[in-house]
């Protein structure tokens, strides 16, 4: 039986997530069940336990203030993957950041790709299909006109299990700052 991978999220749940989810549901149907979101660590196996990599996700992100990230542009991966999604454009060295210092113990690993902060429209195997949704996102984003902005403040450790992404925790930022303000 082959082991569980995990993956650590923020889900977008304000006007930019549900403008993403519309889109994926006309652009991917198949994909239609998935949270807006942006991922912090990609999917990947743990070195430790489930109880293990929670606990140091938990004090680690208790001393990292939570703070708001810009979205830019509709890109792709291609010719790398079929993946088309929306850049971040300010801040994405706090994801950077926040990635590096939460890939230590259990939870690091050899990365497929560099990790380049961004928000998924859709992922899909074939490069065609990327091509036209790609054209069809940069066109409908052009249009948005709420504010292309997302307050990361709770990060969402996931596991996948039989092809599906389950919720584990919700972990906070700066509940280690809370103590200080009072």
């Known amino acids: ?7 650590l999220v923020t889900y977008v749940r304000n006007p930019v997530g549900e403008f993403v ?6 652009l991917h149907p198949t994909t239609a069940h998935m949270e807006a979101h942006l991922t912090i660590l990609p999917p990947r196996e743990l070195s430790g336990t489930e109880a ?14 939570p703070f708001d ?14 993946t088309v999604f929306i850049q971040v ?3 994405a060295y706090r994801m950077r950041e926040l990635h590096d210092q939460l890939c ?6 050899d990365e497929n790709w560099p990790y380049i902060p961004h928000l998924t429209i859709m992922k899909t195997e074939m490069d065609e299909q990327a091509r036209a949704a790609y054209a069809v996102a940069r066109e409908r984003w052009a ?10 403040e709770e990060l969402m450790f996931v596991r ?3 092809g599906t992404w389950q919720d584990v925790a919700a972990v906070a930022l700066g509940r280690g700052q809370l103590s200080s303000k009072s």
């Open 1 to 7: 039986m082959p082991s569980s991978r995990y993956a």
């Open 21 to 26: 989810e519309q889109l994926r549901r006309e």
């Open 52 to 65: 293990a990599a929670l606990e140091f996700l938990e004090e680690a992100c208790s001393r990292v203030i």
């Open 69 to 82: 990230v810009e979205l830019g542009d509709v890109e792709t991966f291609l010719p790398t993957t079929p």
């Open 89 to 91: 454009r300010r801040a």
């Open 104 to 109: 230590g113990r259990g939870l690091s690993c």
């Open 143 to 152: 249009t948005f006109p709420g504010k292309r902005q997302v307050h990361v």
């Open 160 to 162: 996948e299990k039989d």
